[in-house]
């Protein structure tokens, strides 16, 4: 429904429930995450649901390590939050959400995850508060001001024997135990099992990647507490194969496996709710510049885009990455050029920017034309062979 000049125009695959004009959206799509189960349009729910319903109520206390992977833009943290919603469910459950992209170093990520732990377990076993706490706090402290450093070497504490008395006393493996079980004891007596729910690991650069999969391994052995790490497992993979391995992809992914030991791939999005989360971004753009479409337009527009541009259009991020470039770039040429034609080639410079490139670097052998049958000349042939390898 690219316009409602008098009657409401449906695209090939939308709901007839689409809501009016008058309620679509007239900004920009914001990228962030869904906050219930009520805008769960990709029907991500019952993966969420599942996932967290068998951490919650697994009868094995030892801890295991899920990874949730999906590519960039696919809707994982959203997956994070349906989660947290469904082990709201289970009384004996405490979710805790942790994201180390607020963190700027090695010790303020130790530091920051105890203490999220702390206060996170704290609210949920009150009369059990100060002792948490305090355990938790100087677990962290012990790997962190004991210079037991992420990336695997040690911070010198200077030359003195006191400096090296106390690094020793510090990183004593018996005191980290004793405390581990005190947490464990508690847990156990309590009933209570703890879900660590790790996002955004695939924004960070390779040494925080590093950083977080040891944070993983370091903490991962509590019984009772499970790990849920969203990412990009092919970027990962990547980044940690250029710190192991010399760029060796498969090296990268080997430490993936050692630390992940349940690898779950996110639900592809549906192919129709894609289109029909882009039409409507399309359909708000149009409105926001005042462009009214003619049925031949929205017919022109809806088979181009799918038999050119849909192919392209894997993830809910993508929609809304195109749909945000209509809204500011129809405005800036309305009345000047034809408004199909603007969001097509808006779409090639989104979805295929480096055809994009080639067909503005090269405009006479798009916009002029050319006799039917004539042999494309030399520089033809170079711009055939550039759109070739432009579109591979």
């Given at each position: 429904?690219?316009?409602?000049?008098?009657?409401?125009?449906?695209?090939?695959?939308?709901?007839?429930?689409?809501?009016?004009?008058?309620?679509?959206?007239?900004?920009?799509?914001?990228?962030?995450?869904?906050?219930?189960?009520?805008?769960?349009?990709?029907?991500?729910?019952?993966?969420?649901?599942?996932?967290?319903?068998?951490?919650?109520?697994?009868?094995?206390?030892?801890?295991?390590?899920?990874?949730?992977?999906?590519?960039?833009?696919?809707?994982?943290?959203?997956?994070?939050?349906?989660?947290?919603?469904?082990?709201?469910?289970?009384?004996?459950?405490?979710?805790?959400?942790?994201?180390?992209?607020?963190?700027?170093?090695?010790?303020?990520?130790?530091?920051?995850?105890?203490?999220?732990?702390?206060?996170?377990?704290?609210?949920?076993?009150?009369h059990n508060k100060e002792?948490?706490?305090?355990?938790?706090?100087?677990?962290?402290?012990?790997?962190?001001?004991?210079?037991?450093?992420?990336?695997?070497?040690?911070?010198?504490?200077?030359?003195?024997?006191?400096?090296?008395?106390?690094?020793?006393?510090?990183?004593?493996?018996?005191?980290?135990?004793?405390?581990?079980?005190?947490?464990?004891?508690?847990?156990?007596?309590s009933g209570t099992r703890?879900?660590?729910?790790?996002?955004?690991?695939?924004?960070?650069?390779?040494?925080?990647?590093?950083?977080?999969?040891?944070?993983?391994?370091?903490?991962?052995?509590?019984?009772?507490?499970?790990?849920?790490?969203?990412?990009?497992?092919?970027?990962?993979?990547?980044?940690?194969?250029?710190?192991?391995?010399?760029?060796?992809?498969?090296?990268?992914?080997?430490?993936?496996?050692?630390?992940?030991?349940?690898?779950?791939?996110?639900?592809?999005?549906?192919?129709?709710?894609?289109?029909?989360?882009?039409?409507?971004?399309?359909?708000?753009?149009?409105?926001?510049?005042?462009?009214?479409?003619?049925?031949?337009?929205?017919?022109?527009?809806?088979?181009?885009?799918?038999?050119?541009?849909?192919?392209?259009?894997?993830?809910?991020?993508?929609?809304?990455?195109?749909?945000?470039?209509?809204?500011?770039?129809?405005?800036?040429?309305?009345?000047?050029?034809?408004?199909?034609?603007?969001?097509?080639?808006?779409?090639?410079?989104?979805?295929?920017?480096?055809?994009?490139?080639?067909?503005?670097?090269?405009?006479?052998?798009?916009?002029?034309?050319?006799?039917?049958?004539?042999?494309?000349?030399?520089?033809?042939?170079?711009?055939?062979?550039?759109?070739?390898?432009?579109?591979?």
């Amino acid at each position: 429904v690219f316009s409602q000049p008098k009657e409401p125009v449906q695209i090939a695959g939308e709901a007839a429930d689409t809501p009016p004009k008058d309620e679509a959206k007239s900004a920009y799509s914001a990228d962030k995450p869904i906050e219930t189960v009520a805008e769960d349009r990709f029907n991500r729910w019952p993966f969420a649901k599942r996932i967290a319903d068998t951490l919650a109520t697994r009868a094995d206390p030892s801890s295991v390590v899920v990874g949730v992977y999906g590519p960039w833009g696919d809707g994982k943290t959203s997956v994070l939050r349906l989660m947290e919603i469904a082990l709201q469910s289970h009384e004996n459950t405490i979710p805790v959400r942790f994201n180390p992209w607020y963190f700027g170093s090695q010790e303020q990520l130790l530091q920051g995850f105890f203490k999220t732990l702390a206060e996170a377990t704290g609210k949920s076993l009150e009369h059990n508060k100060e002792k948490i706490g305090k355990i938790l706090e100087k677990y962290g402290s012990l790997l962190s001001l004991a210079s037991l450093s992420l990336s695997g070497g040690i911070v010198s504490l200077g030359s003195g024997g006191e400096a090296a008395t106390g690094l020793g006393k510090a990183l004593s493996t018996v005191e980290l135990e004793e405390l581990k079980a005190r947490l464990e004891k508690i847990l156990e007596e309590s009933g209570t099992r703890i879900v660590v729910m790790i996002d955004d690991i695939d924004r960070l650069d390779q040494d925080e990647i590093h950083a977080v999969f040891k944070l993983v391994k370091l903490s991962a052995g509590f019984n009772r507490t499970s790990y849920v790490l969203a990412l990009d497992d092919e970027m990962v993979s990547g980044a940690l194969s250029k710190k192991y391995g010399s760029g060796n992809v498969q090296a990268g992914r080997s430490f993936l496996e050692k630390i992940v030991q349940v690898p779950l791939h996110l639900p592809a999005a549906d192919d129709i709710e894609l289109r029909r989360l882009t039409f409507e971004g399309v359909d708000a753009a149009l409105s926001l510049s005042g462009i009214e479409a003619t049925q031949e337009q929205v017919d022109a527009f809806t088979r181009h885009f799918v038999d050119g541009l849909e192919e392209r259009l894997h993830t809910p991020r993508q929609a809304k990455l195109y749909t945000n470039a209509l809204m500011f770039a129809l405005p800036i040429l309305k009345g000047e050029v034809h408004p199909v034609d603007h969001m097509l080639i808006e779409g090639i410079r989104v979805f295929y920017p480096k055809l994009y490139v080639v067909i503005r670097e090269n405009p006479q052998f798009f916009l002029e034309e050319h006799r039917s049958g004539h042999k494309p000349d030399a520089e033809s042939q170079r711009v055939i062979g550039l759109i070739d390898v432009a579109l591979k």
